[in-house]
């Protein structure tokens, strides 16, 4: 079973499923309702366990209600939670998501500035027999020190490189693979196109780095050579947390020893048995489905 150290955000997430995502100031009625777990690491981090690998999560949470709910479903999903640290006086993370009848979302989030930035506390991933290490962008400081440690510690580091980039380019420098959403790359590069989007972004940077682009599939830029891996085909329910799933796979299949384009592979499968389910992170697929998901759909 290989360890994977995921450091990032863990959120509690109140969705809302509506006809259509509201486009005017009134009160619009939900259809259904759901408290369930979010935040790029934390879901991740439940992703791994589904497919059979083992997560540790080092969050910041607030000292509140809110904190209990999101440490009790991570544990109930097999997170080691051993390194969420509760911040005296701040409350934790929560959004407002609205889901549309297709599957689009809105997210309204909340993250107290008080929250201490300083991640001089995090584990060393070697020390703990982490076979990867993945970070999200929500929480730059603590991307830093942990992609920092998996590059001392000859490990793979991926940045889950989502809204907002870190503006620190040295956050993107400590990790051995970037994994761009479409949105978050043109956010950062100012270009739409994702194949010139991520020449602009891998300049002067000694990392693999890729671009999801939902059904299109994955684009891919390591030491120039340029790939395109095609998504599948499949119907979205609800597209709430498919990204975090994403890297959540591709980051246990590089701890696993495969190689970076079947790393993408795997990765893409699972994200494609989620966007077909509800549940938010609950309906993260096992390894069994993801195996049997890539056997009877052949690139």
Not at 114 to 141: I, T
Not at 150 to 170: I, T, W, Y
């Amino acid at each position: 079973m290989s360890r994977v150290l995921c450091v990032g955000h863990a959120v509690q997430d109140f969705v809302f499923r509506v006809p259509e995502l509201p486009a005017t100031a009134r009160k619009h009625q939900a259809s259904a309702f759901a408290c369930v777990g979010g935040g790029p690491a934390a879901t991740a981090a439940v992703a791994i366990a589904r497919l059979g690998g083992e997560p540790l999560l080092a969050a910041r949470l607030g000292d509140d209600a809110v904190a209990g709910l999101i440490e009790a479903e991570l544990v109930g999903h097999g997170v080691d939670c051993a390194w969420l640290r509760r911040f005296p006086g701040c409350a934790s993370s929560l959004s407002a998501v609205l889901l549309d009848a297709a599957g689009e979302r809105m997210i309204v989030n909340y993250l107290d500035v008080r929250m201490q930035v300083a991640a001089d506390w995090l584990p060393d991933p070697g020390a703990l027999g982490c076979a990867a290490v993945l970070a999200d962008s929500r929480w730059p400081e603590g991307a830093l020190a942990a992609l920092t440690a998996a590059r001392a510690a000859g490990l793979p580091g991926v940045l889950d490189a989502d809204r907002p980039v870190p503006a620190q380019r040295a956050v993107l420098a400590a990790a051995s693979h970037l994994a761009f959403s479409h949105e978050a790359l043109a956010d950062f590069t100012g270009e739409t196109d994702p194949v010139r989007a991520l020449g602009l972004v891998s300049r002067g940077l000694d990392a693999w780095c890729c671009v999801t682009v939902g059904a299109e599939g994955v684009h891919v830029l390591s030491r120039g050579e340029y790939r395109h891996l095609p998504g599948h085909r499949v119907t979205a329910v609800d597209t709430l947390g498919a990204g975090d799933v994403w890297h959540g796979a591709f980051a246990l299949a590089l701890a696993e020893g495969a190689e970076n384009l079947d790393a993408v592979r795997f990765a893409s499968a699972a994200a494609a048995l989620k966007v077909q389910r509800g549940g938010g992170r609950a309906g993260a697929p096992t390894r069994a489905e993801v195996d049997d998901f890539m056997a009877s759909h052949p690139e």
